[in-house]
């Protein structure tokens, strides 16, 4: 049966050799730390392709109108990761002038690309415009912004009133929210593009992310569809494309079950289906956009093992060489993740430890409370489906250099982002000439 990705904790290459270390893409994870440092993220190309492909592939068996897979790379921002689900034919969701320029530099396709965002710069939507690339427009200020370049491909952003079961930072959909338009202000928003500069092509939701259930990416077209049909009847605006967002979940650890990718678009291309037959639409080009779901699960990221702190009685602390600065999701929303030592994987487990960082923060605690076999001061430990929201989420806290990223397949390892050097760090520092010494 074709595993889903999000369905896994590990990569789908992962395997262990015969010295009991795991393998990823058929490179050793021990090896891969010997030669491009600790630590460090190993992307396995093939997960990621696999992803992309099966989200073509369901649209292609579920859909009869075209359609177009973003991805959202807000998940994990660089132009080898831009430049290869490119080339699976998907184009890319940007948020900011910087996620745009890199999937330019990357060689996407401008008119692929789609530029949201709460409070885009005047200067961010004029670079997107040039390019050609469609703006998603959030407010009524970036509607002024754009409309002040003249003309522009757009579409609308709305809140689509849904209310998710996920953590609440990663909850869009909810009225209250800060993205998009609430859906009482369209006919104003419609009235008013009616008569403008800008060419809307359609809606655009994004119910939250992290999402099992498949009620919600059903419900949301037909909300989203209803206002088609008020757009054309009331303010003769024929919108031709609907992009219902992102959020399919992922496999963190055993408790997680998300539905297939296969199911996820069925789910989304039925709700549109039955929503336009109701309401006599035709099937517009339908587009989503998930990011979770196509890197998270091609990740692990590669630690090594330092200090260790027993408490008896209380806890056993092991301690490794990254933390926050690199998976920030933990500290910032409980995220629950699963590691194994990789340098020895047949190894029995021998009880529970917690797995903390080495940030200067008590909350910098990477897992709580995992069964790993006993592991010594060298070991290497990894964590599983960092490929979300990590990279692009990490910062520099203590002055810890960003980590490498390697991507894996058929034996090779290729860098994708250089280790920082401390050179690196102090790149944007000024000293003032008085401080100078
Ligand atoms: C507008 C929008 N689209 C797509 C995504 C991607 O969501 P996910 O990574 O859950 O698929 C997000 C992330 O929250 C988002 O805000």
Redesign the pocket.
Known sequence: MLLSPNQQLLPLTAQINDQQHLTIGGCDVTELVKEFGSPLYIVDELTVRTACQQYEQSFKQFYDADYLVLY?S??WSCTALCALVASEGLGI?VVSGGELYTALQAGVAPHTIYL?GNNKSAQEIKEAVQAGCTIVLDNWHDIKLTESLGEARVMVRVAPGIDCHTHEY?R?GQRDSKFGFDLEQLPQVFAHLRSGSLKCVGLHA?N???IFSLEHPQDLPKILLNYYKIARTEFNLEFTELNV????GIRYTEADNPPTIGAWVQAVTQGVKSACSELGLRLPKLLC?????LIGPACITAYTVGSQKVIPGVRTYITVDGGMSDNPRPITYQAQYRAVVANRMHAPNAGLVTIAGKHCESGDILIQDIDLPAVAAGDIVAVLATG?YNYSMASNYNRLPRLAAVLVQGGKAHLILRRETYSDLLRQDVMPPHLQR
Request: proline share 5%; net charge neutral.
């Open positions: 959202a807000k998940a969701d949201h990663i869009t994004h939250g992310s992290q967002g992102g959020g399919l956009e998930p990011g979770r779901s979300a």
